[in-house]
């Protein structure tokens, strides 16, 4: 067994050495002399949190089937082990070989949500590799970025050597390509960067310039090489069954938070919620075929010995096989007492006879998005529910066994009224009124509605990119007024009102529509203390804030201002196959409060098709409206 980065002493002395030693099951160890390309493979946040990310496994899996690369995994050492590592100057490792990261040849940081900015600059400090891309030398990795956080990389700009846009299992050949002829011919590290943005798919930061206007916003953003392209157009799977899938993914010592054997059924989404970005940018739908997922679902149970499978997908219901797939997995789980998640799903496609048969496995709570209390308000975001669906569809559950049930929904919406905010707390009364609709011998205990709010945050490529963002106190009355129409109502014991964190979601804002400048702040929180922000008990808003007057820049000039359609935004020369004229039409309809039908009603012309997919009814119409989204 390979000798560990720490002593035993040292790992006795943390919280949870098993995060640490690696060698877990199915993890993957190779000869080094056999390699030629070493991936340190990061999520830059506990090891709990990063095992349970499948785009890791996904992409862990591809890399280790190729016989000279060896992909290995890193994750932020907790407070106590960063505490030692800096005292006792121990260089971040990776898990499988337990070797220094600084001595891979690509680092590549998944970007999965913008509270983890500081730790990506952990991992860089930790590793020994300068912070600054223009910094390194021949001796660095080449730190690559992937994720949904990189249809805006600019906030990280000066931090990464390259951005990848898109699915991984596209442009990561023809880049290890490269490297392979880098490794023979000997050029040097900035001629392969220069070759890589000709990669599609491939944003390399150090080779474009920003200009900014006297009011602050962006003027120009351009190439500063001629062969470099001016628009970087995001990679996606189209065959969606030929690509890898882990079907031995590795498992972890200790309880990780997804602990479960994850089965992928699909990816992008035939809704158009208006504040969504994955259901943007993962577009077109494309799902997987029954029988390989029926296959790959039972290897996976057999090389893993999870107890619980769960579907992943943006919206589960629309899968076309949902119910087939299930009664297979019911099959092979019931007797076996293996659970079956089904999250993301729709209220209003929810089977009865499904929801039953599964609930005899395992009994949990169900879990749905409203996301608004009003009609109007869920018009405005096109989320495609009526009142009549969500309490049909909450009735249907209670009626099949189920007395728990969760609501999420969102604060700070565009052109939110009071009455839309307190027709949440409403909803939520209707939902137990139903419960109790049900013969009392015909119930399972008392009815338990846990009702959650998330603050509003705008993000890139969807239609409400240009909206103004609430500040803090604004989303903390509105939740205060939530909480009291809830202790109003009827059934107020039964319905459990929750928020999240303002100052958090804020400056979550501030960082999903930052431009470049927004990266000394990042660091200069980082200088401060700033670690773990998505965790309550290590979140700061006074480190922020001093960051922020530290570097001169007001926060509130990326969010609580709405921008004009016309304005040049950070991530415009990205391409990420939905138009800008597409966005700007469903912003100006949302305004209007007019629904927009799902792409399996009518095509709607955003641009996906030219990906040579879509699930359009009719070519010739979406066609047509392609072209008037032009």
Known sequence: MQKLALSDEQLLRLDKPERYIGHEFNAVVKDKKDIAIRFAMCFPDVYEIGMSHLGIQILYDMFNKEPDIWCERVYSPWADLDKMMREEHIPLFALESQDPVKEFDFLGITIQYEMCYTNILQILDLSGIPMHAADRDETDPIVIGGGPCTYNPEPLAEFFDLFYIGEGEIAYPRLFALYREKQAEGFCRQEFLRRASHIPGIYVPGLYEAAYQEDGTLASFAPIYPDVPETVTKQIVMDFDQVPYPESPVVPYIKATQDRVVLEIQRGCIRGCRFCQAGMIYRPLREKNVEHLKELARRMLQNTGYEEISLSSLSSSDYEDLDELLLYLIGICKERGINISLPSLRIDAFSLDVMSKVQDVKKSSLTFAPEAGTQRMRDVINKGLTEEDIINGAGQAFEGGWNKVKLYFMLGLPGETEDDIKGIARLCQKVAERYYDIP??????????????????????????????????????????????????????????????????????????????????????????????????????????????????????????????????????????????????EWERAKAGVVTENCRQKCNGCGCRRYGGGVCLDDRNAEAAEDAGR
């Open 440 to 585: 009392k011998e015909k119930r399972v205990g008392k009815v338990a509605i846990t009702a959650s709010s998330s603050f509003f945050v705008p993000k890139p490529f969807t239609p409400f990119q240009w909206a103004s963002m609430n500040r803090e106190q604004e989303f903390l009355d509105k939740a205060h007024v939530v909480k009291d129409e809830v202790r109003a109502q009827v059934n107020q014991k039964s319905i459990r009102y929750t928020y999240h964190d303002a100052y958090v979601s804020v400056l979550e804002g501030v960082l999903a529509r930052g431009d470049r400048r927004i990266g000394a702040v990042i660091e200069e929180a980082y200088r401060q203390g700033a670690l773990f922000d998505a965790w309550t008990e290590f979140y700061s808003d006074e480190r922020w804030k001093a960051a922020f007057e530290a570097c001169g820049i007001d926060p509130y000039f990326y969010t609580a201002r709405e921008r004009s359609t016309d304005e040049l935004l950070p991530w415009d020369f990205l391409d990420c196959g939905v138009s800008k004229r597409f966005l700007i039409r």
